[in-house]
């Protein structure tokens, strides 16, 4: 299964100098965990539900900040052709939840863990499913507690 059949293809944007605020108002709208940052049609950032977190977090005013100062910059994309197995494994490698689609160098959409997570829900009915499930989570849970030990907190 590739990226490009279960991408969401309207992938909610916006621009670098809107504030914190104005982000989180578009982000609850429509019900999304990231916006992607762009400038004419270039990607240029990706803000999260986790960036707005630490920014209330560590005392910023969100009606102050403005989504450049916090999105990040280098942003992880695949392409449509990605396959979910390869998708799923730059996201748990980098610890990130959106991942920008780009083809031909514009943007087409972008795919979340949980787009990977209705996958994998229908996939349970599948010999061996919840046994790959269970390995793969605590592979994660090992990664996670290795970062901890690291100091690494996200």
Known sequence: ????????????????????????????????????????DDLVGILTERDILKAVATGSRLEETRISEVMSKDVVTVGPQTSLREAAKVMADRWIRHLPVI????????????????????????????TALVEASELVRERRLKRIEHGAWD
């Open 1 to 40: 299964m590739r990226v490009s059949e279960i991408m969401t293809k309207a992938a909610v944007t916006d621009q670098s100098d809107d504030t914190l605020a104005e982000a989180a108002r578009k982000m609850w709208k429509q019900q999304t965990g990231s916006l992607l940052v762009i400038d004419g």
């Open 103 to 130: 083809d031909g160098g514009q943007l087409v959409g972008v795919i979340s863990q949980r787009d990977l997570a209705g996958v994998l829900a229908g996939a349970l009915n599948e010999p061996d499913a919840l």
